[in-house]
């Protein structure tokens, strides 16, 4: 491996991948450098890494949160920046090598094709923007030869399965933990708390996520997303009820043999192996005893009691602008979960409903989809209201 330093701009580097993105740098600062950071509305912890790994530039997507860290930062050498325009622009920097993709949903769309555009590799762990417009931008990332590589514990698991095979796919297998509601009775399920939906039994991931994680809307999310990343239909997308996350997911080849990636749950593995392909580097962390772990159970995914996996299905069916619809809905609707507005199952329903209201179109710009996105909320806030 090359020792020339790779330059990385960390997109949401406050947040659970962000800061263990920077984790990995501390262990190799001879194989990586950070130049550029950038947070939503965490000031605080933005100045901190920024005074740690002095960037070239931060953006705070926030701008009310401006003035506060410019004056934070205003005795170093590092450019202050403000609003999603900025956030879009800095992976176009001559300074940044890769795009470690990192922010929570749509807000990740237009920074990730900026960045393909321009030639920059991408690590991607915002699923959102190919379950948005995939088509675009896998087409960018050919266009301008500029690869993706999945952060997803799930997508670096079939990439990681893939390495070296030259054999036709049968199909890959995603497995889900479950959530904290594998075994909740669906009867009670509209009492579920915020609480109790955050508490994830073995992933320590931010808010969004982990109420996607509960609902099974992420996992919904991740059928899409490998659908572009791999390049196969629906039909050769399974997926499989794995609660002890060890198994993070699994290929199965025209012979019948299976090949599957097999780790503790811990994210730092996926994002170092995304920084590093092909190379594999040591990393700290527990190890799997073989010996002590017992049996591995799979289930059926219950799609009655966490209809949004199924909703995915129905977008990759449907095509066109579906996949957008769907997303913006869920985060409207998880956004007015999280805020107690309405019931854990209104999620599901929600998404149904603004899937239903929306005709379906093709859409072939980005500028489309965003007008899709802003139809999309404007009806799921409605259903909400």
Known sequence: ?????????????????????????????????????????????????????????????????????????????????????????????????????????????????????????????????????????????????????????????IFQCLAGESSPVDKVILTASGGPFLHRPAETLHEATVQEALAHPNWHMGAKVTIDSASLMNKGFEVIEARWLFGLGPERIDVAIHPGSVVHSMVQFADGAVKAQIGTPDMHLPIQYALTFPHRLPLAGPRIDFCKLGSLQFFEPDTERFPNLELAYECLRRGGNSGAVLNAANEVAVAAFLEGRIAFTDIARINARTLEKTTVSRCATLEEYEHTDREARRTALSLIH
Not at 44 to 66: C, G, N
Not at 112 to 137: D, P, S
């Open 1 to 157: 491996m090359t020792r020339q330093r790779q330059r990385l701009a960390v997109l949401g580097s406050t947040g659970s991948i962000g800061t263990q993105t920077l984790d990995i740098v501390r262990q190799y600062p001879d194989l990586f450098e950070i130049t550029t950071l950038t947070a939503r509305r965490n000031w605080e912890a933005l100045a901190r890494q920024a005074a740690e790994f002095m960037p070239d530039s931060v953006v705070i997507a926030d701008k009310t949160h401006y003035p506060a860290l410019a004056e934070a930062l205003r005795e170093l050498p590092v450019k202050v920046y403000a609003g999603s325009d900025a956030v879009e622009q800095v992976v176009a920097s001559e300074n940044v090598d890769t795009v470690v993709m990192a922010l929570v949903g749509y807000s990740g769309l237009f920074p990730t094709a900026n960045a393909l555009r321009h030639g920059k590799k991408v690590a991607l762990a915002n699923k959102e923007c190919l379950v948005v417009a995939g088509e675009i931008v896998t087409e960018l990332s050919r266009k301008h030869d500029a690869p993706i590589l999945p952060v997803d514990s799930e997508h670096s698991a």
